[in-house]
């Protein structure tokens, strides 16, 4: 059975856990009726459900996230020419992982230690906190520190080799980051606004710092140029 097959089982459970419950709220006459035992335990499995559901639909992003990566590395290992053992290593660890993601339904604990923990996947270390009800501002802050500066090194892997005007680069990092906040946004995932713009901020600083001032872009203009296109 694969995790797709999972899921949709989960799915179809908590369909018919819903149903149930409805149909047993419509043709109970009394109140002592509907506050049966049977009716309670219904009551209490659906949220249940809702929480799994909701986790496994986190773990298939992790899994896409994780299809997507390994093919990334598979490229880089086709074009290098040099032999690297270690990355072929790794490359065989992401696709033992992946398998084993497609295996079973894990809960939030083992999916954010053993997967978004482990590959850097910080938007799904977000998503599961959130689900876990972990609202501890240290560690989220931390998280998105570290989603956005990844957002930074990925455009700009290289701080020595920069092409192009500091104007430009800022403006395609701008778009950018529009772009992946805006998708965090349909997620549901909560914004810490004031966080994240402060750290965008910082950013646009660090990169000003690496050009001459003739094309510095104004900090406070960037984030709110970001922020108010969300």
């Known amino acids: 059975m694969?995790?797709?097959?999972?899921?949709?089982?989960?799915?179809?459970a908590l369909q018919i856990a819903r149903s149930a419950s409805a149909t047993l709220l419509s043709t109970s006459s009394t109140p002592q009726q509907i506050k049966s035992t049977n009716d309670r335990q219904l009551a209490e499995l659906i949220p249940t459900l809702e929480q799994r559901l909701q986790t496994a639909f986190v773990q298939k992003q992790?899994?896409?996230?994780?299809?997507?990566?390994?093919?990334?590395?598979?490229?880089?290992?086709m074009t290098s020419t040099i032999n690297n053992d270690e990355l072929q290593q790794y490359?065989?660890?992401?696709?033992?992982?992946?398998?084993?993601?497609?295996?079973?339904?894990?809960d939030?604990?083992?999916?954010?230690?053993?997967?978004?923990?482990?590959?850097?996947l910080y938007e799904c270390q977000l998503l599961l906190l959130q689900l876990d009800g972990n609202e501890e501002p240290t560690i989220l802050q931390t998280i998105w520190r570290r989603l956005l500066r990844k957002e930074v090194n990925d455009l700009f892997p290289?701080?020595?080799?920069?092409?192009?005007?500091?104007?430009?680069?800022?403006?395609?990092?701008?778009?950018?980051?529009?772009e992946r906040l805006r998708n965090c946004r349909k997620k549901r995932l909560r914004l810490p606004l004031d966080f994240i713009r402060s750290e965008l901020k910082q950013i646009?600083?660090?990169?000003?710092?690496?050009?001459?001032?003739?094309?510095?872009?104004?900090?406070?203009?960037f984030s709110n140029q970001i922020l108010s296109d969300l």
């Open 62 to 77: 992790i899994y896409t996230d994780l299809q997507m990566y390994m093919r990334a590395l598979e490229t880089h290992a």
């Open 158 to 178: 290289s701080t020595t080799n920069l092409t192009g005007s500091n104007y430009e680069r800022i403006i395609i990092l701008q778009q950018h980051l529009i």
């Open 2 to 12: 694969t995790f797709a097959d999972r899921l949709c089982y989960l799915a179809e």
């Open 108 to 120: 939030a604990t083992e999916l954010f230690v053993d997967y978004a923990q482990k590959y850097e």
């Open 204 to 221: 646009v600083h660090t990169l000003n710092n690496l050009s001459d001032n003739s094309d510095s872009i104004s900090p406070e203009l």
């Open 91 to 106: 490359i065989q660890h992401t696709h033992d992982s992946i398998t084993k993601l497609d295996s079973a339904l894990f």
